[in-house]
């Protein structure tokens, strides 16, 4: 099983609506979560990290924790073409290494 | 800005070759990471360093190795390349602090014949 799971999609959405991608792990230790974008053919960079219980938004993007049900997501408001990528969920267990998912690739209709 | 480069964003290889894969970052990070990229498989780590000349395995070691000489460097070496180590190599860094956040490169798309 991996430990990091991400709703497969692909996902579509036309512009201006909300993206909402869903993230499980498995490792209880797990600290921190994080959100990188990853456009075709270039490196992910980091969206938004998260590290409390809760909602954390930044801009158009919304990350949410739950640690109880070991779930995490990212909301994307207004959504725009430029935010058709791939998304990658990430969990830290605070030795500095990262767990990465598969991603979900969304893309956003004009 | 922090940045990551690799030495070539595209290689073709053959079976048997010995592969040398190189990472600079300028941001003086502790820590360093290979990983691969497949798809549907997302981002597996190979390996990782803390610290010049240390080294640790990451979740999928076999036919890799690493070397890390100095602070900015970490090498990735495919000691004898095979077919199914075709992939997208990349290659971050990290500063050790709370938040985690790790750097990428560019990549470098790995084709073995």
């Known amino acids: 099983q991996k430990e990091v799971e991400q709703n497969s999609g692909p996902l579509s959405v036309p512009e201006g609506a909300i993206a909402s991608l869903n993230c499980t792990y498995s490792?209880?230790?797990?600290?921190?979560f994080f959100w990188y974008r990853q456009y075709s053919g270039k490196s992910p960079e980091l969206i938004m990290f998260?590290?409390?219980?809760g909602d954390k938004e930044d801009g158009r993007f919304t990350a949410q924790l739950n640690k109880a049900s070991q779930y995490v997501s990212l909301l994307i408001r207004d959504s725009q073409p430029s935010d058709s990528a791939t998304y990658l969920c990430a969990a830290g267990t605070g030795d500095y290494k990262l767990s990465f998912g598969a991603g979900t690739t969304v893309t956003v209709r004009a | 800005d922090v940045k990551v480069t690799q030495s070539s964003r595209y290689l073709v290889k053959r079976t048997g070759e010995k592969v040398f894969l190189e990472c600079v970052q300028d941001?003086?990070?502790?820590?360093m990471f290979w990983y691969r990229q497949d798809p549907g498989l997302g981002l597996r780590l190979i390996y990782f360093?803390?610290?010049?000349?240390?080294?640790e395995k990451g979740d999928i070691p076999e036919g890799y190795s690493v070397s890390r000489e100095k602070k900015e460097r970490f090498s990735l070496i495919l000691e004898s390349a095979s077919t199914n180590q075709t992939s997208m190599y990349l290659c971050a860094s990290l500063l050790t602090s709370f938040d985690n956040e790790q750097f990428f490169g560019p990549g470098t798309r790995l084709t073995v014949l």
């Open positions: 360093s803390y610290d010049v000349k240390m080294k």
């Open positions: 490792d209880r230790g797990s600290q921190s």
């Open positions: 998260i590290y409390s219980n």
């Open positions: 941001m003086d990070h502790e820590n």
